[in-house]
T-cell receptor, first 115, second 112 residues
């Protein structure tokens, strides 16, 4: 079975400071990992993905994430937070090793960036 | 707009009524997914189509739920005899092969 954990319900950071949103996963095969962002009353927007290759993945809006196989983590990071980054962030995994096609999502982390 | 389109955006229905939602995926995407999201939770997988074939169904998809994707284009999700516990945001997503999935804005269902 595939699963994702986002241990923090909310992350607060001051504008201009670096931010990290944590994600750990569990799969039996090879993980495909994704980050999505959700603004109020909107669908999910794709930010970035890890399929294979470099462990550091760069995505939209200056976000990046680091894949760590030994720690089974895929934390989302940004060097300098903006107030407009305030939103709900979801980590998701797909276990390609067992042929799963659907994503399993974490419970989400609300990012609050203070001016 | 060439994104994933869902209709309606909002639906209020009385308990026991049937409802149907529609999803139009991105045109070249062969895979289509339905998810359900309740307040404070991440989306939960319901069902998956590759072209017109429904290849996977979650245990969350009770007998009251049915989904179709005729001709491998748009999809419909029907809920029969709605219950208050069905109140949620229903999200549709599509992708091609192993690429990332793109989501629609969802249909918010309220059962009163």
């Amino acid at each position: 079975a595939q699963s994702v954990a986002q241990p923090e319900d909310q992350v607060n950071v001051a504008e201009g400071n670096p931010l990290t949103v944590k994600c750990t996963y569990s799969v039996s095969g090879n993980p495909y990992l994704f980050w999505y962002v959700q603004y109020p009353n909107r669908g999910l927007q794709f930010l970035l993905k890890y399929i294979t290759g470099d462990n550091l993945v760069k995505g939209s809006y200056g976000f990046e994430a680091e894949f760590n196989k030994s720690q089974t983590s895929f934390h989302l990071k940004k060097p300098s937070a903006l107030v407009s980054d305030s939103a709900l962030y979801f980590c998701a995994v797909r276990d390609e090793g067992v042929g799963r096609r659907a994503l399993t999502f974490g419970s989400g982390t609300r990012l609050q960036v203070q001016p | 707009d060439t994104g994933v389109s869902q209709d309606p955006r909002h639906k209020i229905t009385k308990r026991g009524q049937n409802v149907t939602f529609r999803c139009d995926p991105i045109s070249e995407h062969n895979r289509l997914y339905w998810y359900r999201q309740t307040l404070g939770q991440g989306p939960e997988f319901l069902t998956y189509f590759q072209n017109e074939a429904q290849l996977e169904k979650s245990r969350l998809l009770s007998d009251r739920f049915s989904a179709e994707r005729p001709k491998g284009s748009f999809s419909t999700l029907e809920i029969q005899r709605t219950e208050q516990g069905d109140s949620a945001m229903y999200l549709c997503a599509s992708n091609r092969d192993r690429a990332e999935a793109f989501f629609g804005q969802g249909t918010r269902l309220t059962v009163v």
